[in-house]
Structure formats: structure tokens, C-alpha cells
T-cell receptor, first 113, second 109 residues
Framework: ETGVTQSPTHLIKTRGQQVTLRCSSQ?????VSWYQQALGQGPQFIFQYYREEENGRGNFPPRFSGLQFPNYSSELNVNALELDDSALYLC????????????FGPGTRLLVL | QQPVQSPQAVILREGEDAVINCSSS?????VHWYRQKHGEAPVFLMI?????EQKGHDKISASFNEKKQQSSLYLTASQLSYSGTYFCGILGSNYKLTFGKGTLLTVNP
């Protein structure tokens, strides 16, 4: 059974640029959730995708967008990067059942200069 | 609404016990506990469901008090490997997991 994987592991961008982060869900999971974790804070929910549809969104602006593909892998896109977007971006996969455990990937550390 | 965790940090010697609390102002339906080591992803520990019993594995257990809207994580006879930041997450109606700010646990030899 393959766990959750994310790419790239680290990324450096400049303000105003755009970035795409990728996540492959754990085998058998059809739901992917994305989180932003600033230094010293808990993960903050960005949005969730279930069977290729957005299924819930946190308090993030529209420049944060996502996609889920038929194989349940997912992308997080962030446009017009701001310095405050510097954080660890985590994706978590689950089987989609209510209250189901979410398993996190290793994360992508994004630095915006 | 973000759950409140206490204490913010705790330092133990190997073999000592600790309790980490997680409180919510909203009704709790499930509480998810994770541990995160520095530079790594959060690792799932356990999930407590409304109406469910106390759970545990190895020397880590947790309880869920629906009336008090609180969950507690109990670490017994702590080991060096228990060091890390512990997060509780509460699941909302939109499947959104809202995490607390975390409790930093340090276990020294």
C-alpha cells in the first residue's frame, strides 16, 4: 500500500508568481484535503476534493484553487503569491466516509521572497 | 472555531505521564489526534467518535467528554519517541478538520 506523496518537497518563488503543488493520495482513498501550516501553528484547512469535486472550503481567497483527477491525485494552485503564503502545504487523503481518518503526506515547503 | 489546547508546552523526564486537553466551544462529533515531529508531517494517533468509548494504543490513550465538549490525550510512562507537537482536530459539518495550535511535548532522558 502506497502512502500519500507530495511534490516538490521544497520550492522558492517570488511575490506575484504562481505555483502548483501536487499530491498523490493513498491507495484506495478518493478524498484529498489540503492544509496550510505556518511556522508554529496547526494546519489550516484550505479545501477538500471528493471524486473530482470541491467538497468544502476554508477561509482562503479564490487565488487558492485546486483540482482532483480521475485517479484521485490532486493539485493545489496558488496565484499572485504573497509573502504570507510561505508555509508548509500538506495534503491528506481519506476514504471519503464521514469522520474518516485523514493521512497526511510529507508536505511541500514553500518560501515566497 | 479553533479548539483550544492546553498546556501549550510540557517537559517530561522519560517514564513520566502527561495529559493534553482539547476544548471546543462547539459541539464535538469527533476528535482527531495527531503527533508531528519537527520537519515532518502530522502522524495520525487516534480518532474519538461521539458516543464512543475511550481509545488507546500502546501507552497513549484518549477520552471524549461530550458534555464538557472536551477531549484529553493521556501519555503514560513517556518515551523519548513521544517528543513532538500534539494536535487535536475537530471535524465540522463541511468535513473540515479544524486543528488547535498544538502542544509541544519534550521528553528528556
Amino acid at each position: 500500500e502506497t502512502g500519500v506523496t507530495q511534490s516538490p518537497t521544497h520550492l522558492i518563488k517570488t511575490r506575484g508568481q504562481q505555483v502548483t503543488l501536487r499530491c498523490s493520495s493513498q491507495s484506495g482513498h478518493n478524498t484529498v484535503s489540503w492544509y496550510q501550516q505556518a511556522l508554529g501553528q496547526g494546519p489550516q484547512f484550505i479545501f477538500q476534493y471528493y471524486r473530482e469535486e470541491e467538497n468544502g472550503r476554508g477561509n482562503f481567497p479564490p487565488r487558492f484553487s485546486g483540482l482532483q483527477f480521475p485517479n484521485y491525485s490532486s493539485e493545489l494552485n496558488v496565484n499572485a503569491l504573497e509573502l504570507d503564503d510561505s508555509a508548509l502545504y500538506l495534503c491528506a487523503s481519506s476514504s471519503g466516509a464521514e469522520q474518516e481518518t485523514q493521512y497526511f503526506g510529507p508536505g511541500t515547503r514553500l518560501l515566497v521572497l | 472555531q479553533q479548539p483550544v489546547q492546553s498546556p501549550q508546552a510540557v517537559i517530561l523526564r522519560e517514564g513520566e505521564d502527561a495529559v493534553i486537553n482539547c476544548s471546543s466551544s462547539k459541539a464535538l462529533y469527533s476528535v482527531h489526534w495527531y503527533r508531528q515531529k519537527h520537519g515532518e508531517a502530522p502522524v495520525f494517533l487516534m480518532i474519538l467518535l461521539k458516543g464512543g468509548e475511550q481509545k488507546g494504543h500502546d501507552k497513549i490513550s484518549a477520552s471524549f467528554n461530550e458534555k464538557k465538549q472536551q477531549s484529553s490525550l493521556y501519555l503514560t510512562a513517556s518515551q523519548l519517541s513521544y517528543s513532538g507537537t500534539y494536535f487535536c482536530g475537530i471535524l465540522g459539518s463541511n468535513y473540515k478538520l479544524t486543528f488547535g495550535k498544538g502542544t509541544l511535548l519534550t521528553v528528556n532522558p
